[in-house]
């Protein structure tokens, strides 16, 4: 009768039992193989990648297999919340092609029948299990003061025990339950704590999705259930909400791996059937001569998602690189099907890296590069566009007034069986084609080559004189190459490489040292995509007034 007037006291206004909630958030009426799964961050800061990787990870194991995905907001430490973190969780979630069935909408708005989504708005749920343990004689108040708990670490330390409120070093657990009735009527703070039955000497087997087998001591802290300020710990409404919202799966970062024995505890005292669980591993970095690290928010500008806005990589790009660090046979799943849409790929948690999973900023840009190169001009002018009128502004104005220019240059050499892979994101393409412009080029133009010796640089204005004189811009691509042998061939150069292989000094060269003078003349540029392509957008006049400067050079 003591264990019920306690519980009454510290929660007098929870009437509803366990039972209530278990009843109201009913089994998920899905198929045996469906996951149910989740993407549950606090509202503590922006997006950064290694929650992107995480949620990708969630979202593919629920979609895959017809379940549910949605997402809890865990803002339970409401001195932390970040305004407007969980609007840009949601937006940078769909940016990423992932999308929520259920869950926080925005900061007020939700979908969903298992809700509220909001570990803030469930404390009434928090509080119901909470009581139902005071009254099992599982949970109990603790009165100790910031001071005392600093004082009994200290004590741990000096002795070289675990710290924590365990055993001898629980003063609170000792109290009967009169004196507790007593110091909550004097109106004493107190926060609920577990009160643990396990022991150290204890093994719990248990099998991770992604690590495989474990062993552990069970957990035998009275860790703290309900804070002082009446809401739950990550611990406690964590076990409570994945329990109500049905979740199958828990995925989630390898860090929380430690606290596996506290959780398998919980989910076990309170009466409900433990999840699934799987520890992805942590997003690394190489760091030169101190091998890998985790990628640091502090340290690592990658880590932010604003990081690839900025940059301008396509969002589908990002992704396909996760789907490659989650599961490493996504790259030749894609090789074989180039067309396929990445959706139709199974993530296989059991083959993810145990060990972390190794970001690379170049492996990144060459998966982009030939997600680029798959876009139709249409794509590439549309994204392109509205990416500059974000991030470069003088970028954007120039291809608001050079539409039809720019269409034609991200045409060349695209839809072919081996389109062009220049552009790796969108702030590539500035320095990729600014020499079409002479808003750009005109600072160049009058330059010396500093590539080229004083020979070399007399031999490539003979070049350029004699085929400005002889250029006709009206010819087609076969016809213009046709011109371009002839002129090498008056110039001294061949297009014969098997003759120029067998008496390499009767020539001057091959034809296409003719061809790479003229791209240097034009564009100051080694390499450019198709060279007719680029004398066609540049137009017959610019195409002779830079032939002109070029000799000119002194």
């Known amino acids: 009768m003591s264990l019920a007037k306690l519980a009454n006291l510290l929660f007098p206004n929870i009437n509803n039992k366990p039972e209530d909630f278990l009843q109201k958030y009913a089994t998920r009426n899905l198929n045996p193989q469906a996951c149910v799964t989740r993407y549950a961050p606090s509202p503590t800061g922006f997006q950064h990648i290694g929650g992107v990787f995480a949620a990708l990870v969630s979202e593919r194991v629920a979609k895959q297999s017809g379940g549910i995905f949605y997402l809890r907001i865990e803002d339970t430490d409401q001195k932390r919340e970040v305004e407007g973190a969980i609007e840009n969780t949601v937006q940078t979630m769909h940016k990423f092609g992932i999308d929520f069935d259920e869950g926080m909408l925005s900061q007020d708005t939700e979908k969903g029948n298992y809700g509220p989504y909001r570990q803030s708005q469930r404390e009434e749920i928090y509080k119901t299990f909470a ?51 007593q110091r909550v009527d004097k109106g004493n703070k107190f926060v609920l704590r577990l009160r643990s039955p396990g022991s150290l000497e204890n093994k719990i087997d248990f099998v991770d999705l992604i690590k495989g087998h474990t062993s552990f001591p069970e957990n035998n802290q009275d ?89 301008g990589y396509p969002p589908v790009s990002v992704v ?28 296989e948690l059991d083959r993810m890296s145990k060990s ?16 680029i190169g798959k876009m139709t001009t249409h794509e590439v002018l549309e994204k392109y566009t509205s990416w500059a009128k974000n991030f470069d502004p003088e970028m954007f104005d120039l291809v608001s007034k050079n539409e039809a220019t720019f269409r034609d240059i991200f045409a060349i050499d695209r839809g072919g069986p081996n389109p062009r892979k220049d552009f ?9 084609v600014s020499y079409f412009f002479d808003t750009f080029f005109v600072h160049e133009e009058s330059q010396k080559i500093e590539s ?23 010819l087609a691509k076969d016809a213009w190459f046709e011109q371009l042998k002839t002129i090498g061939a008056e110039l001294g150069y061949t297009a014969d490489r098997k003759a ?33 392509a680029v004398m066609q957008i540049l137009g017959e006049n610019a195409v002779k007034a830079r032939f002109e400067k070029f000799v000119s050079i002194p």
């Open 424 to 432: 790796a994101k969108w702030s590539d393409v500035k320095e990729k």
């Open 131 to 181: 009581k139902s343990l005071v009254q099992q004689g599982l949970a109990y108040p603790c009165f100790c003061s910031p001071e005392e708990l600093s004082e009994l670490r200290e004590k741990q330390m000096a002795q070289q025990l675990t710290t924590g409120y365990w055993g001898e070093f629980a003063r609170c657990r000792s109290l009967s339950t009169e004196e507790s009735l």
């Open 223 to 311: 860790i703290v259930l309900i804070k002082g300020d009446g809401l739950p710990t990550y611990h406690f409404a964590h076990a409570i909400d994945d329990t109500l919202m049905r979740t199958t799966h828990v995925i989630r970062g390898e860090e929380w791996l430690s606290s596996l024995p506290i959780h398998i505890q919980l989910f076990d005292i309170l009466g409900f059937p433990r999840p699934t669980f799987a520890h992805i591993p942590n997003v690394m970095k190489q760091e030169y001569g101190s091998g890998k690290r985790k990628l640091s928010k502090r340290k690592d500008p990658e880590s932010a998602v604003t990081y690839y806005d900025k940059q």
């Open 452 to 474: 080229l010796n004083e020979q070399q640089h007399a031999e490539a204005k003979r070049i350029v004189q004699t085929y400005a004189q002889n250029y006709t811009h009206t």
């Open 500 to 532: 120029y292989k067998k008496s390499p000094t009767e020539f001057k060269g091959m034809v296409a040292e003719v061809a790479s003078t003229i791209r240097l003349a034009l564009t100051r540029r080694s390499n450019t995509p198709d060279l007719h």
């Open 356 to 371: 972390g999973a190794l970001f690379d900023l170049v492996k990144l840009s060459d998966v982009s590069k030939d997600i």
């Open 320 to 347: 396909e690189y996760l789907l490659n660090l989650i599961n490493s046979g996504f790259e030749d799943w894609r090789r074989e099907n180039p067309t396929t849409d990445y959706h139709e790929f199974k993530v």
